[in-house]
């Protein structure tokens, strides 16, 4: 009796719908995460790099084709939509985003896949970039085997695949649960990737434990956002807040005593932007950036620096965008804020770094204080200008870090700024390419970072943000002041005589640096095609 | 066959990037290279030419839109290409004769150790040329002015082991920075004015802008006129840049760039007809280059320079032409088109000479070479009867046009114009056959070179032959063939329009008086040159001689008032930067460097400190949020 009252009661849990097409782009990259662990179990050790670098690959390709194909198909456009029950929205921003990530960690994976830049291991195996052994302590005798007998830590792709698993799911994620989830999907695999350097593995580990401490406190605080706005629309998923903000929803009657509490829901707002502003590297969340860029391996740095900001905004402009637009006199005065402080902070410490790999994490908090103003334009022009300038700062990242890896001595990368001097004497290609990506960082035209400047800038004047373009255009001065000095360093000063080689690395970078050369070429000359499909892609479906 | 355009100047790039970039492995057939996509273009020009013919007249012009540079709200940067009669004109003399002269320069620089790069830079030229002619908007067309001054200045250096070479080229570069900052304020007048920087709208509107604008435009674009096209008071860089190899000197500064200023003012006709005061400027600036560079030209013993001035005043005569309105824009065009030949093929006769004659300028050391050198002798003479305007020869028919045009203006302003064109015909006449007689006639005057070698006069390679050869065709034969039908008023006028002139004098009265200073141009200079010994040391010379040997105080001029006053400006800024501004930049630069350094010190590498600062901010962005509702 009493059973029969209780299923009554209890309403049958239907089996979740899920669309496994559209999610497939995702599914590919998660699925050859798993086949790579697998292989890693099972195929012999020789055998491994080539495999896992093909499995990477393969999947990577798979996610691109798809996504090609779901954008083709409309689903960008007049299909874009909720799937999975409202968790994941595929609309044009997710597909953009998303062929930008798989197109990134492409590139990425090309990067990890080198090894000719450091000298061949004891046994005469060809090594690259990561630890032999990562469970071995710096130092000890296990890892001098492990070095001599040419290890290698081949699971730097399974976890590379993860973390872009994550990525991609977190732009599209359309509740604050799957975004949590996504969050951490993509932050557990970089923390461990941090720690993989092959030199210098002692900053490498401490850059990763300081990540993953401070990683975790900004979910802390990302998770009790949630909670907390949780507390105030009886919901998580991104429409139905909307709708519960403007009032044209109603809640269920048990949160009847917390709904409508504008405390909850401006506390809650204000912590879920923390947690997104520590990802992006925003000020005064960005302490993390100079140090662990500077102690993760580089060709880590340079995905970790692309992707992550590519993901992570377009995170934001989802939630901003599309759960608390009815807030936006509440956010974008914060934003403001925000963004003046990121930009002016980036770029003025930038110009005391004397480390190659901290002068760019500077300067990537300087960009993030760039695309900001884009999101606080709070207008279509300015989404799409958001991704625009996503999609041409990840390359000149890309680039930019792939040729410092080139730089070395016999301690490894050379990453002193005075050991880069009269570079562009020794090694006028490599030089000129850099400065192209110096340029392009510092948006002078004909180069991508001109385009991507002026977009964003020119959503936001158009959005009412014209202070906010004026200190954007001031902090560029100040930050142009320190990427030409790298050019005048490298061009005009005399080289050093114990100054450092330049590696010549395999087709393998070298196709990294080329890419990200075209991408900053064409998208400065030629960016009308590129504009017009960001501009497309700007709908956001709700 | 229409999308051909892009083509025409992507080969020349594609040259010039290769022979730039290609390094040392291109050395040994860089110059083949080079001079086989120059004739390439020349082909996609004919075919693009012949393409054109076959389509009616209204038909003509074609336009190809290639891309939008920058596309955003209220500025639009397009990249598009406008082949009309007018383009194609210039892209058949540029690539034609383009192309003759690369081949020249395969003789003339086969010893020289940076053949490869002369070649890259010339193919950069005629790439950067081409996009100036075929741009169908300011923006574009800036782009290719600004890359023919840097071709230009490339080439004159090309010898910068040469002080001498090195010192003309920033000279020329100066100078035409002069006029680029004109263009760029036109450029910027017409956005301002009608919102966009292409052709056909600015033109469709010229007339509901008001007149200053108008005027204001127009004697900007004529600065930038003044400044590629040497023409007074711009004009001093035009003879140092000689000191570039003499193919150079005759592509790029006698048929070609140097035509770039006519061009910019016939292309604007649409703006300078409703602007009188800046046609007034335009025909004054025309008619007194084409005196100066006339007088230049009879008093330097140098033979480039000599012809330099002449090029002056050749193209004074195309400035003033084009000044006229509609009655002389296809003039203008048209001696522009046959200068290219005669004087284009005079160079290469200079260059030939020179090339025998262990690279000596000085004529007053030359003498009686026609018997050494027939072929140049032949094809410089002919060159000779162009320019000087021989009847039935190239140069009669396109200047007489002109001096007639000048009449028919119509007034006084009429009688002026076209009397200082009569008399600049005559100088002309006397200071080409003052260089023809000391060059080729009379005894030798031949002397060792300063390595004590003595010349042995011989004639050039048949490379460097042919082109001379066919630019002498040129140069006989052009005239008459544009002149027949009124073939060439009627190809161009559809762009330029036309007006027949109502000359107070006769066609056959003016052609009278041209025949009659000609007479008297060629007799003076033959009872000056031809009947005494030329000296070897140059006399003194009247005032005006003396003047005109240095160019007619022009540097002289530049530097009391544009050096030494500059320099007076520059140190009263300099005085006043120091007491003030330098304060405040340097102030600026220490307070970023000061601040930078302090809040570097809070990055201390603990993380208990990141993470309290990241505590602090959610602290302070929670604040803010609720008291941004609070305020609101």
């Known amino acids: 009796m009493t059973g029969m009252t209780l299923a009554a009661a209890i309403p049958p849990i239907p089996a979740p719908h899920i669309e496994y097409l559209q999610l497939s782009p995702m599914l590919a990259v998660f699925g050859a995460a798993l086949v790579g662990i697998l292989a890693e179990a099972f195929v012999p050790r020789r055998h491994r790099y080539a495999t896992q670098v093909g499995i990477a690959l393969a999947g990577l390709a798979a996610s691109f084709g798809l996504i090609l194909y779901l954008a083709?198909?409309?689903?960008?456009?007049?299909?874009?939509?909720?799937?999975?029950?409202?968790?994941?929205?595929?609309?044009?921003?997710?597909?953009?985003?998303?062929?930008?990530?798989?197109?990134?960690?492409?590139?990425?994976?090309?990067?990890?896949?080198?090894?000719?830049?450091?000298?061949?291991?004891?046994?005469?195996?060809?090594?690259?970039?990561?630890?032999?052994?990562?469970?071995?302590?710096?130092?000890?005798?296990?890892?001098?085997?492990?070095?001599?007998?040419?290890?290698?830590?081949?699971?730097?792709?399974?976890?590379?695949?993860?973390?872009?698993?994550?990525?991609?799911?977190?732009?599209?994620?359309?509740?604050?649960?799957?975004?949590?989830?996504?969050?951490?999907?993509?932050?557990?695999?970089?923390?461990?990737?941090?720690?993989?350097?092959?030199?210098?593995?002692?900053?490498?580990?401490?850059?990763?434990?300081?990540?993953?401490?401070?990683?975790?406190?900004?979910?802390?605080?990302?998770?009790?956002?949630?909670?907390?706005?949780?507390?105030?629309?009886?919901?998580?998923?991104?429409?139905?807040?909307?709708?519960?903000?403007?009032?044209?929803?109603?809640?269920?009657?048990?949160?009847?005593?917390?709904?409508?509490?504008?405390?909850?829901?401006?506390?809650?707002?204000?912590?879920?932007?923390?947690?997104?502003?520590?990802?992006?590297?925003?000020?005064?969340?960005?302490?993390?950036?100079?140090?662990?860029?500077?102690?993760?391996?580089?060709?880590?740095?340079?995905?970790?620096?692309?992707?992550?900001?590519?993901?992570?905004?377009?995170?934001?402009?989802?939630?901003?965008?599309?759960?608390?637009?009815?807030?936006?006199?509440?956010?974008?005065?914060?934003?403001?804020?925000?963004?003046?402080?990121?930009?002016?902070?980036?770029?003025?410490?930038?110009?005391?770094?004397?480390?190659?790999?901290?002068?760019?994490?500077?300067?990537?908090?300087?960009?993030?204080?760039?695309?900001?103003?884009?999101?606080?334009?709070?207008?279509?022009?300015?989404?799409?200008?958001?991704?625009?300038?996503?999609?041409?700062?990840?390359?000149?990242?890309?680039?930019?870090?792939?040729?410092?890896?080139?730089?070395?001595?016999?301690?490894?990368?050379?990453?002193?700024?005075?050991?880069?001097?009269?570079?562009?004497?020794?090694?006028?290609?490599?030089?000129?390419?850099?400065?192209?990506?110096?340029?392009?960082?510092?948006?002078?035209?004909?180069?991508?970072?001109?385009?991507?400047?002026?977009?964003?800038?020119?959503?936001?004047?158009?959005?009412?943000?014209?202070?906010?373009?004026?200190?954007?255009?001031?902090?560029?001065?100040?930050?142009?002041?320190?990427?030409?000095?790298?050019?005048?360093?490298?061009?005009?000063?005399?080289?050093?005589?114990?100054?450092?080689?330049?590696?010549?690395?395999?087709?393998?970078?070298?196709?990294?640096?080329?890419?990200?050369?075209?991408?900053?070429?064409?998208?400065?000359?030629?960016?009308?095609?590129?504009?017009?499909?960001?501009?497309?892609?700007?709908?956001?479906?709700? | 066959m229409d999308n051909l355009i892009p083509v025409l100047v992507a080969v020349p790039l594609l040259g010039a990037a290769l022979l730039l970039c290609g390094g040392r492995r291109l050395d040994r057939v860089g110059h083949l290279l080079g001079t086989l996509l120059a004739f390439a273009s020349f082909g996609v020009g004919l075919a693009l030419f012949f393409s054109m013919l076959g389509r009616a007249t209204d038909q003509r012009p074609i336009h190809d839109h290639l891309f939008t540079w920058i596309p955003v709200n209220g500025f639009q940067a397009e990249v598009g290409f406008q082949l009309d009669q007018l383009s194609m004109t210039f892209v058949l003399l540029i690539t034609g004769v383009g192309s003759l002269i690369h081949l020249y320069s395969i003789g003339y620089m086969a010893h020289d150790e940076k053949r490869r790069r002369f070649f890259g830079y010339l193919n950069l030229f005629l790439a950067a040329m081409l996009l100036l002619v075929l741009a169908d908007n300011y923006l574009l067309l800036y782009v290719g002015w600004e890359g023919v001054g840097l071709a230009s200045y490339l080439l004159i250096g090309f010898w910068q082991h040469k002080p001498s070479a090195a010192t003309a080229a920033k000279k020329a570069f100066l100078v035409n920075r002069v006029g680029d900052v004109g263009l760029s304020i036109a450029v910027m007048l017409m956005f301002t004015t009608f919102g966009t920087f292409a052709f056909t709208p600015v033109f469709a509107h010229a007339s509901q802008a008001?007149?200053?604008?108008?005027?204001?435009?127009?004697?900007?674009?004529?600065?930038?006129?003044?400044?590629?096209?040497?023409?007074?008071?711009?004009?001093?860089?035009?003879?140092?840049?000689?000191?570039?190899?003499?193919?150079?000197?005759?592509?790029?500064?006698?048929?070609?760039?140097?035509?770039?200023?006519?061009?910019?003012?016939?292309?604007?006709?649409?703006?300078?007809?409703?602007?009188?005061?800046?046609?007034?400027?335009?025909?004054?600036?025309?008619?007194?280059?084409?005196?100066?560079?006339?007088?230049?030209?009879?008093?330097?013993?140098?033979?480039?320079?000599?012809?330099?001035?002449?090029?002056?005043?050749?193209?004074?005569?195309?400035?003033?032409?084009?000044?006229?309105?509609?009655?002389?824009?296809?003039?203008?065009?048209?001696?522009?088109?046959?200068?290219?030949?005669?004087?284009?093929?005079?160079?290469?006769?200079?260059?030939?000479?020179?090339?025998?004659?262990?690279?000596?300028?000085?004529?007053?050391?030359?003498?009686?070479?026609?018997?050494?050198?027939?072929?140049?002798?032949?094809?410089?003479?002919?060159?000779?009867?162009?320019?000087?305007?021989?009847?039935?020869?190239?140069?009669?028919?396109?200047?007489?046009?002109?001096?007639?045009?000048?009449?028919?203006?119509?007034?006084?302003?009429?009688?002026?114009?076209?009397?200082?064109?009569?008399?600049?015909?005559?100088?002309?006449?006397?200071?080409m056959t003052r260089v023809m007689l000391m060059t080729f006639f009379g005894e030798r005057r031949w002397v060792d070179d300063a390595e004590g070698n003595q010349p042995h006069p011989h004639e050039s390679p048949a490379v460097m032959g042919i082109p001379m050869v066919i630019l002498a065709f040129g140069s006989v034969l052009a005239g008459g063939l544009f002149s027949i039908n009124s073939s060439f008023v009627n190809w161009l006028s559809p762009v330029t329009g036309y007006e027949e002139g109502h000359s107070p004098l006769s066609t056959t009265e003016v052609t009278t008086g041209t025949m009659v200073v000609l007479v008297l141009g060629v007799g003076v200079a033959w009872l000056m040159y031809g009947r005494r010994p030329v000296p070897a040391v140059p006399p003194l010379g009247s005032l005006l001689t003396r003047a005109a040997r240095r160019d007619l105080l022009q540097d002289d001029f530049n530097h009391v008032v544009l050096v030494s006053g500059g320099s007076h400006l520059t140190r009263f800024l300099v005085y006043l930067e120091g007491r003030g501004l330098d304060g405040l930049v340097n102030g600026i630069a220490a307070l970023v460097g000061g601040t930078s350094g302090r809040v570097r010190r809070v990055q201390n590498g603990y993380v208990r400190s990141y993470a309290l600062s990241m505590f602090g901010g959610a602290l302070v962005l929670v604040a803010t949020t609720l008291l941004m509702r609070a305020v609101a």
Not at chain 1, 121 to 129: F, H, L, P
Request: proline share 4%; aromatic share 10%.
């Open chain 2, 210 to 431: 008001t007149q200053a604008t108008l005027t204001g435009i127009g004697l900007m674009l004529l600065l930038a006129a003044c400044g590629k096209s040497a023409q007074v008071p711009l004009q001093s860089w035009l003879g140092d840049a000689m000191e570039g190899p003499t193919p150079v000197s005759a592509l790029i500064h006698a048929a070609t760039m140097v035509t770039a200023g006519v061009y910019l003012i016939t292309r604007s006709s649409a703006i300078f007809n409703l602007a009188p005061t800046a046609q007034l400027a335009t025909v004054v600036v025309g008619a007194v280059t084409l005196l100066f560079g006339a007088i230049i030209g009879c008093a330097k013993d140098d033979i480039k320079k000599a012809l330099a001035g002449s090029t002056m005043s050749q193209i004074g005569y195309m400035v003033l032409a084009a000044g006229l309105g509609p009655i002389g824009y296809v003039f203008a065009i048209m001696h522009l088109v046959t200068h290219g030949f005669f004087k284009a093929g005079l160079f290469l006769g200079a260059g030939s000479v020179m090339h025998g004659m262990n690279d000596e300028v000085d004529m007053r050391k030359y003498g009686g070479l026609r018997k050494y050198m027939p072929l140049t002798f032949v094809t410089f003479g002919l060159g000779y009867l162009a320019i000087i305007g021989f009847p039935g020869l190239s140069g009669f028919f396109s200047k007489d046009k002109i001096i007639e045009a000048a009449f028919a203006h119509g007034g006084t302003e009429g009688w002026i114009l076209g009397t200082c064109a009569m008399v600049g015909a005559a100088v002309t006449a006397f200071y």
């Open chain 1, 72 to 542: 083709q198909a409309g689903y960008a456009t007049t299909k874009a939509d909720l799937a999975a029950m409202g968790a994941v929205a595929v609309d044009g921003p997710s597909l953009f985003l998303q062929g930008v990530i798989t197109l990134v960690a492409v590139v990425a994976v090309l990067q990890f896949a080198e090894r000719r830049l450091e000298p061949r291991s004891g046994a005469g195996a060809a090594v690259d970039a990561f630890a032999p052994e990562a469970a071995a302590v710096p130092g000890s005798d296990a890892e001098r085997r492990a070095a001599t007998s040419g290890h290698a830590t081949t699971e730097i792709y399974p976890l590379t695949m993860f973390a872009v698993g994550g990525m991609l799911l977190f732009p599209a994620a359309s509740d604050l649960l799957t975004m949590f989830v996504a969050l951490e999907v993509f932050s557990l695999p970089l923390y461990l990737m941090c720690a993989l350097a092959r030199r210098r593995r002692l900053l490498s580990q401490e850059a990763a434990v300081k990540y993953f401490l401070l990683g975790a406190f900004s979910s802390a605080f990302f998770l009790f956002g949630l909670a907390l706005v949780y507390g105030y629309a009886g919901s998580v998923q991104f429409g139905q807040i909307a709708r519960v903000v403007e009032g044209t929803a109603t809640v269920t009657p048990a949160l009847a005593n917390t709904t409508g509490n504008d405390a909850l829901l401006l506390i809650g707002l204000a912590m879920l932007g923390v947690g997104l502003l520590f990802k992006v590297g925003a000020v005064p969340f960005h302490m993390w950036t100079p140090d662990v860029y500077q102690g993760a391996p580089t060709p880590v740095t340079g995905f970790m620096a692309a992707a992550t900001k590519v993901a992570a905004f377009g995170a934001m402009l989802r939630l901003l965008y599309v759960a608390f637009p009815g807030l936006a006199w509440d956010w974008r005065p914060v934003l403001w804020g925000v963004a003046i402080l990121t930009m002016v902070a980036g770029a003025v410490i930038a110009v005391t770094q004397t480390d190659v790999k901290r002068l760019l994490a500077y300067s990537s908090v300087a960009h993030a204080g760039f695309i900001l103003t884009g999101v606080i334009a709070l207008n279509q022009h300015g989404i799409g200008a958001v991704l625009f300038y996503l999609a041409a700062y990840s390359f000149v990242t890309l680039g930019a870090f792939a040729v410092v890896t080139l730089v070395r001595d016999a301690d490894g990368e050379a990453t002193h700024l005075s050991r880069w001097a009269g570079l562009g004497r020794r090694s006028p290609l490599l030089a000129a390419v850099f400065a192209l990506f110096l340029l392009a960082f510092a948006g002078i035209p004909l180069t991508s970072g001109f385009t991507g400047k002026f977009a964003v800038f020119q959503a936001a004047a158009s959005g009412g943000a014209m202070p906010l373009v004026i200190v954007g255009v001031l902090s560029s001065a100040v930050a142009a002041f320190f990427y030409i000095r790298v050019i005048v360093l490298m061009f005009f000063s005399d080289p050093r005589a114990d100054g450092p080689t330049v590696a010549v690395p395999s087709a393998l970078t070298g196709t990294a640096i080329a890419l990200g050369a075209v991408v900053t070429v064409v998208l400065g000359v030629a960016p009308e095609y590129f504009l017009h499909l960001a501009n497309q892609a700007s709908l956001l479906v709700r």
